[in-house]
Every structure is written in C-alpha cells, then in structure tokens.
C-alpha cells in the first residue's frame, strides 16, 4: 500500500494490486464526513446510536464518529469489520489527527492498537468493537441503528457487493435505521431495494462523486 494525497490535503491509501484507492482522490475527510456523518449518522434518530462500518480501513470514519460521540454527546457503539488491517508504519504516517484534531490524536491511534474482537471503551461517549474477519464470511450478532457500507467498489471487489449479503444487513438494522455508502450504481440501488431497503440518491460530496446512496429500513 502507498500514502497519497487527496485533494482536500487529506491522506489515503492506494493498492496497487486492485488499481484502486481507500478514498476518493477528490478528498479523502470531505467524502468521509459528507457520506457516513452527515448523511448518515447525524440522520439517525437512535438515542445511543450503534453503528456497523463495513472496511474499518484507515480508521478514518471511526475517528470522526468518535470525535462526533463527544461533541454531541451521543453515546455510540461502533463495530466494524476488517481483513486486511493497515500496518502501524503507515497508521504513523495518516495525517488525520493533525488536520482534524490534533487535541484527540491519542484517540486516533487508539483506534488502532484496540485489541480485537472484545469491546473497547476509549472515550465517556464511544465503545470500539473491531472484528478481524471476513464479511462475506461472517455472521453479525446483535442490531444496529447505522451501517456505513464502505467496501472497494464493485468492479474491485465485486464479492462484497451481493444481494445475500445486503439482505444479511437490512435483517440487522433496526427499524428506522440507515445504511449509506458511496457506490450509488444501479445495480446496487436495485440489490438493496430488493433486500427491503427504502433508497433515495442524495448529492455527492463537495468536489467528490456527484451521487450518493442512503438507504432507510
């Protein structure tokens, strides 16, 4: 993997081996604060809302949940699942807490040394529960109230974007609860209407992907 620049001033990863990047290229912490806080954990309604993030990644949309947890004093618990963990060399070299939060960078890093598969409390507001898995493989415990389907897009990893799978979590999301992601294909508009998803096309983000899609249940 290898560190580029976005064009927000934000880092992602790019993998050579799938052509393809972590994040938009058009800025990495725009995209992921308009696609998964904005428009979708700031729209649920659950008192405590708990999340599932499909590609913890670089840490980068738990880092905002948690700094969120904090300002609006919501208190979140948030699962994710990951099978490549990124290594701790390049954790180091993620610009995020700097450019975000400088004050909160012990809770980036943080979010990467959190043991696996047990619950971790890091702030008053926020509980990790990182779980070193395969999602195609993996059967999830329990409900939740917001899903951030963050996967590589289709044509990388078209294994993750399935009708069964979608069906898997519109059967662990809460009533009322909200997926969204930034693939805003038909192909997967479609799947997750069938699994019994209501889906709207919302804007993209500044400078970013034009369309994008949240799906209520």
Not at 6 to 18: A, I, K, M, Q, R
Not at 186 to 194: I, K, S
Not at 196 to 216: D, N, Q, S, W, Y
């Amino acid at each position: 993997m290898q560190l580029e620049k976005t064009d927000d001033g934000s880092y992602t990863l790019f993998v050579p081996e799938l052509n393809e990047h972590y994040h938009s290229v058009k800025g990495a912490l725009t995209e992921s604060e308009h696609i998964f806080i904005n428009m979708g954990l700031k729209h649920s309604l659950a008192e405590a809302p708990r999340v599932l993030e499909i590609g913890f990644g670089t840490g980068l949309n738990a880092f905002l949940s948690l700094l969120y947890a904090g300002q609006a004093q919501r208190d979140i618990y948030y699962a994710t699942i990951e099978r490549y963990p990124v290594n701790d060399e390049l954790v180091g070299q993620l610009d995020y807490p700097e450019k975000i939060c400088p004050e909160a960078a012990d809770d980036f890093y943080a979010l990467h040394k959190a043991a696996w598969d047990t619950d971790v409390r890091l702030t008053p507001f926020f509980t990790l529960h990182k779980i070193l898995g395969d999602f195609t493989q993996y059967r999830f415990q329990g409900n939740f109230d917001v899903i951030y389907f963050d996967a590589f897009a289709p044509e990388k990893q078209p294994e993750m974007w399935s009708q069964s799978l979608f069906d898997t979590l519109y059967a662990c999301l809460n009533e009322g609860g909200v997926l969204t992601t930034y693939c805003a294909k038909g192909v997967v508009r479609r799947m997750l209407q069938a699994a019994g998803f209501t889906v709207e096309r919302l804007p993209g983000p500044p400078g970013g992907k034009r369309e994008i899609l949240r799906a209520c249940k």
